[in-house]
């Protein structure tokens, strides 16, 4: 860290990535440090894009010790030189440490009380999310955590690749995995054949399947069956990702015009029955049921089940008792994992209690229990959003010149709900949010 | 002064197009940035030394939210200025005071 490169060695790597002479690169910066001399002496500042901008501060008089007299002397008032380092630089600078976090710190251990408070299933979920784990208690030292940036979310398929890259680097996080998913109620497989090949991709993905479960829309685990099928289901399948419906009418059309097919095939062809069969099976399935597929409904139903359909809140919801020393945002760090997040406590309980800034101790919150703040979906961002949105209404009631930090923050998590408020929203405010 | 000016400026005074003096600075300064991603100080005479400088885990109090913070470990750049730049530029803009 305190190594320093001489200007010499500077001049040779510039000079070498420019494909210019050392004397021209010399000569080069020469010219910059004047210019910038110059620049700071007209206007005070000098700004380059990418690296960082160079300003003068003026210090007013003060009063001070010379250190080696101990004398009282004034010293009079000067300029200050201050770089600051642009956002760019910030970040490349600081990249070996970019995934620590700021952490709230509670001195009463959470994880004890979870326990106690807990209906059972609940709290195998809580206890087994690794981020509860290190989140709660005494934290000495921060750990490293992925940044929650909801703006950028990769598109699902990248976020499935950093998330078997977290599957790697932690076996501990598998294991729990596994636990939890064997605990879980897993439906009766329809088919005899499929699940143990289901159960495998799970035990391989059970951090896939984890995260994901707050999803509305399953659609790893159809991705990876779908490899595996004929490439007309492969075309039903993906519908079933957008409507039920739509893929149930597709399928059965597929697997009326296959058993045609095949009968017809047979006839002529009585080798084909053995490598049909498995789709044979499929065939008193689907005028019935919704999910017409067996392997789908085995590789989907696990996630589905914990999530019902009917209830159209994208969080998991618990109680929690309030204690002297919380807050909104000491709760959503320790139970959601994000402190950030907090205004989905504030949505959901506002009736009790209307001023976001104050929560009594023993009050029975309803908080959510599942969130991941680096996975949130989106009907779960626009969750977020709400929550902001409420508290920004309530703060500019009440105080008006905080309010357009919390309008801003509904658009960080959703635009759609941030220009739906545009026509009730203060036009100051407005504008504030729509500065990115 | 913004970026636009300091390049037409830099282009002025080293007769180079304005294109290549972008490409110059741009060159420089993503030297400059991997060194100091690296870790590694440097030092341009008559401007001054960049340093990088690690800041240590902080305790803060946030009193909005009553809640004690704990603010993680951060490599900063830091910079100081040259001596010579120091003290020509010392009552810029208040020779009047």
């Keep these: 860290m305190s190594e320093k490169i001489t200007f010499k060695e500077l001049v040779e790597l510039i000079a070498k990535q420019s494909e210019q002479s050392q004397n021209a690169t010399n000569s080069f910066i020469g010219e910059l440090v004047q210019i910038i001399e110059s620049g700071l002496k007209k206007s005070g500042s000098v700004s380059i894009s990418g690296f960082g901008k160079f300003e003068l501060r003026w210090m007013n008089e003060r009063e001070g010790v010379n250190p080696q007299t101990g004398e009282e002397i004034t010293i009079p008032g000067q300029n200050k030189i201050v770089f600051k380092p642009y956002k760019d630089l910030r970040e490349q600078v600081n990249r070996p440490y970019a995934k620590l976090k700021t952490k709230v710190l509670d001195d009463t251990p959470v994880k004890k009380q979870k326990k106690e408070t807990l209906p059972d299933d609940v709290q195998i979920k809580v206890t087994e999310k690794p981020k509860d784990e290190r989140g709660t208690g005494k934290l000495i030292i921060p750990v490293p955590k992925l940044k929650f940036s909801p703006k950028k979310e990769p598109p699902k398929e990248d976020r499935d690749v950093v998330k078997e890259k977290e599957k790697v680097e932690d076996e501990q996080e598998i294991d729990d995995g596994e636990d939890m998913l064997i605990e879980r109620p897993v439906p009766v497989p329809v088919q005899v054949m499929e699940p143990k090949e289901s159960r495998e991709e799970a035990d391989l993905l059970p951090e896939d399947i984890f995260k994901e479960k707050p999803l509305e829309i399953p659609t790893e685990p159809i991705k990876k069956e779908e490899k595996k099928r004929a490439p007309l289901k492969k075309k039903a399948q993906k519908s079933s990702g957008m409507n039920w419906t739509y893929a149930a009418a597709a399928v059965i059309v597929a697997i009326a015009i296959l058993i045609i097919f095949l009968m017809m095939q047979r006839t002529e062809v009585p080798t084909e029955v053995a490598t049909t069969q498995n789709e044979e099976v499929v065939t008193p399935e689907p005028p019935a049921v919704p999910d017409p597929e067996p392997e789908e409904e085995v590789t989907v139903e696990p996630e589905a089940v914990p999530q019902p359909d009917d209830d159209p809140f994208p969080f998991e919801l618990q109680s929690h008792l309030v204690r002297s020393g919380e807050s909104h945002w000491t709760i959503a760090d320790t139970q959601m994992g994000d402190p950030l997040l907090w205004p989905v406590i504030y949505e959901l309980n506002k009736e009790q209690y209307n001023n976001p800034d104050f929560i009594r101790a023993q009050e029975n919150l309803t908080i959510p229990s599942d969130a991941d703040p680096d996975q949130l979906s989106d009907p779960q961002l626009e969750q977020v959003a709400l929550g902001y949105l409420s508290v920004y209404r309530w703060t500019a009631e009440n105080r008006p010149e905080n309010a357009k930090y919390f309008l801003w923050a509904v658009g960080v998590y959703s635009m759609d709900i941030l220009y739906s408020v545009e026509n009730e929203v203060d036009a100051n405010d407005w504008e504030f949010a729509l500065r990115r | ?97």
Excluded at chain 2, 53 to 72: G, S, T
């Design chain 2, 1 to 97: 002064m913004n970026y636009s000016d300091l390049i037409d400026q830099l282009a002025e005074a080293t007769g180079n197009s304005k294109v290549k003096t972008k490409e110059l600075l741009g060159d420089a300064i993503s030297v400059l940035s991997d060194q100091l991603s690296k870790g590694t100080g440097v030092s341009i005479p008559e401007l001054g030394t960049f340093t990088v400088k690690v800041k240590e885990v902080q305790k803060v109090y946030n009193p909005h939210h009553d809640a004690y913070l704990m603010v993680p470990p951060k490599r900063v750049v830091e910079f100081s200025p040259a001596s010579g730049l120091k003290s020509e530029l010392k009552f810029t803009g208040r020779e009047d005071e």
